[in-house]
């Protein structure tokens, strides 16, 4: 398995409570990617980062920020939990140091987050 | 507007025969697609990458097709084992910046 960790696995959390989920690598690529996955959306993209303090919004970005300042880690926070921010969050990186079109990604086994 | 579509949710087949899965899509021109398999619990597992302008790319039982004409890709699996149940997802490459998935399709390989 390529080295992608992200932490926690699960969390619970109230509504309106900040969260921060991390992803870290040890394959020292250069693009790391937040997913979100929902029965009925499947994966879709929240924020991603091509670099040391370089990111980018995704498809549904709102409600999220994201925060990269080592090559290593890369951050999810939710300012204000909500219900609808109940789901499985997957950190992916590309291999091969590329973009991401033309290279596969690979992802860490998620983090399951259920706000209350 | 943009649209990856995966021809089912799921899709029951018996050991030994060949699985085929689709995935069409609108309003994108991609230069490449991939395939990738996920298990239950568990992040999505790269499985295979085929360009614009490769008709077909083979990797063990696996065979991946793109037509960008139709604007589709094929996925077949052959000899297909219970192993092999699993959810399968295509995405493909929006302006060279990210990928985007399709929704998936959950096979189930019965002995």
Request: with cysteine; glycine share 8%; net charge neutral.
């Amino acid at each position: 398995d390529a080295g992608i960790t992200q932490s926690p696995r699960h969390k619970v959390t109230e509504t309106g409570t900040p969260v921060t989920l991390r992803c870290h690598q040890t394959e020292n690529h250069r693009y790391m990617y937040w997913y979100r996955q929902d029965p009925g959306h499947g994966l879709r993209l929240i924020h991603y980062s091509y670099g040391v303090k370089d990111t980018d919004k995704g498809e549904v970005s709102d409600g999220y920020s994201v925060s990269r300042s080592k090559t290593e880690d890369f951050l999810l926070t939710l300012e204000s939990a909500t219900s609808s921010q109940t789901s499985v969050y997957f950190c992916a990186i590309s291999e091969g140091g590329g973009t991401s079109h033309n290279s596969p990604l690979h992802f860490g086994n998620g983090t399951r987050l259920t706000v209350t | 507007s943009q649209k990856i579509e995966q021809n089912s949710e799921a899709l029951n087949i018996q050991e030994g025969k060949t699985a085929t899965l689709t995935c069409n899509y609108t309003n994108y021109s991609p230069a490449y697609l991939q395939w990738y398999r996920q298990d239950p619990g568990r992040g999505p597992v790269f499985l295979l990458l085929i360009r614009e302008n490769e008709k077909e790319k083979r990797k063990e039982r696996l065979k991946v097709t793109f037509d960008t004409t139709l604007k589709q890709s094929l996925f077949h699996i052959t000899a297909s084992q219970p192993a092999d149940s699993a959810t399968y997802l295509c995405a493909l490459d929006q302006a060279g910046t990210a990928l985007i998935f399709g929704k998936g399709t959950t096979l189930s390989v019965s002995s």
